[in-house]
């Protein structure tokens, strides 16, 4: 950890001129905690609040990281004002599946064995600030140990990036998995190490076939024995795991492939949530085929059945969004390759035919109700922490305009702000 911490705190600095080179953060000195945001207001003509609703005309004001009023007739005097008049105005957004840790190493590619602590750190770092960048305050990372340290840093201020959750690690199913007091054993680990959630294989990878590697009964224990040490769980389950997944009472299906309308009805009736994906996962893989190519199942045939996967995936979706109360959450599985274009997910959602408002809402409300976070972050309403976004326009009109992220503000500090004119005082 004390190589990490030198690595991050050195590199952290770097990694904001490497990622974008327009915008630094607004009190994040080189290895100094973050100083305490201003009063802030902030005008806006065009407010999602997460929640199905628009407000119109009206400001928001900010004081020690959280929202404390909305109103048009807020003020507060000595404030900084944001002028974010023209802009759309958003709750931060939340991504319920990344894999922070992946990146493309010197070599170009998604492996490099070679590659050094600091280049490694490097990666990360950047991929945390264009992650932040992009809009997206709120990231679950599933699950890598170096995840804890992340968490650490970005809480302190150490290093800028979005409220991390993780896993730490995860349960892969296997024949050598072990019996049922081990298998609880892992989950009570988990918790001891520090774990958000937990992360559960039930199938293997959609390249290796996308078959069930758990049975139900294994399920039930995971998942029991995590609500009884009030974990959650996210299972990442093809074909007949889906079901599986559901009847053991776990919290969340990632992927769903394979998975039938009376699964998707299943889930809807258990109250689990579902995260398929569709739009940047599969998308990125393909795009930078030859940096993952040749990586473990990363070759013909594991490409040719991802590829395949992708109008199944569709299908899966659009019956998804159609089934009456499925919760149906947003989760990018980015990798290498993805991390600052997390927003393609729910563009692309929205052009498959899932309403403008709902995918705003899943990317948000919805996303920190699956996280047990729906009180504090994911709504534009006093008391909750101030991650407030803004686009170049109507997302509600046009979709690509997530695309131009033009302000981030997370618990009340501004990290980007690329509307002129700039702030001002009150």
């Known amino acids: ?32 905690p973050a100083a305490a945001p201003p ?12 929640r199905g609703n628009e407000l119109h005309n009206t400001r928001i004001l900010v004081q020690d990281g959280r929202i404390a009023a909305i109103g048009p007739d807020v003020t507060s005097p000595g404030a900084v004002v944001y002028d974010l008049r023209g802009q759309t105005v958003l709750p931060g957004f939340i991504d319920v599946h990344e894999h922070l840790t992946r990146h493309f190493g010197s070599n170009g590619n998604a492996d490099d064995p070679r590659e050094s602590q600091q280049q490694r750190t490097l990666g990360v770092v950047n991929n945390l600030w264009v992650t932040l960048m992009a809009g997206f305050t709120t990231v679950q990372s599933v699950g890598e ?27 892969y199913g296997s024949p ?11 989950v009570d680990m988990l918790k001891y190490e520090g774990a958000d959630l937990v992360k559960i294989f039930a199938s293997d990878s959609i390249r290796d076939g996308a078959n ?84 473990g199942d990363y070759d013909a045939s594991g490409f040719a059945r991802m590829k395949q996967a992708m109008a199944i995936n569709d299908k899966l979706f659009q019956e998804a969004v159609h089934t009456p109360g499925l919760k149906v959450v947003m989760g990018t599985d980015a990798v290498a390759g993805a991390f600052g274009h997390q927003e393609e997910e729910i563009i692309a959602r ?65 990290y980007k702000d690329a509307v002129a004119p700039s702030s001002h005082p009150e």
């Open 176 to 186: 050598y998995v072990g019996d049922d007091t081990t298998l609880r054993a892992k």
């Open 212 to 295: 069930p590697i758990l049975t139900l009964h294994q399920l039930q224990v995971l998942c029991g024995e995590a609500r009884r040490v009030g974990l959650r769980t996210l299972v990442h389950a093809y074909r007949g795991s889906v079901h599986n997944a559901i009847a053991a009472g776990c919290t969340e299906v990632e992927h769903g492939t394979y998975g039938t309308q009376a699964d998707l009805t299943f889930m809807a009736q258990k109250g689990v949530y579902f995260d398929p994906q569709i739009g940047l996962v599969i998308q990125n893989y393909i795009e930078h085929q030859k940096q993952f190519f040749g990586n």
């Open 39 to 50: 009063t802030a207001i902030i005008e806006a003509s065009a407010v999602i609040t997460g």
């Open 1 to 32: 950890m004390r190589v990490l911490r030198c690595s991050l705190v050195a590199l952290a600095m770097t990694a904001f001129a490497l990622a974008q080179g327009r915008q630094h953060p607004v009190a994040m000195p080189q290895g100094q």
């Open 350 to 414: 929205i052009k498959l035919g899932q309403p403008a408002m709902d995918a705003l809402d899943a990317a948000t409300s919805l996303n920190a109700e699956s996280l047990s976070l729906g009180s504090k972050i994911g709504t534009l309403a006093p008391g909750y922490r101030a991650n407030i976004i803004a686009v170049a326009g109507d997302p509600l009109a046009n979709p690509d305009f997530l695309r131009k992220v033009s302000f981030v503000m997370k618990d009340g500090t501004v």
């Open 145 to 171: 140990p170096q995840d804890l340290v992340l968490r650490q840093y970005v809480q302190q201020g150490i290093i800028p990036g979005p409220r991390i959750l993780t896993s730490y690690q995860d349960i």
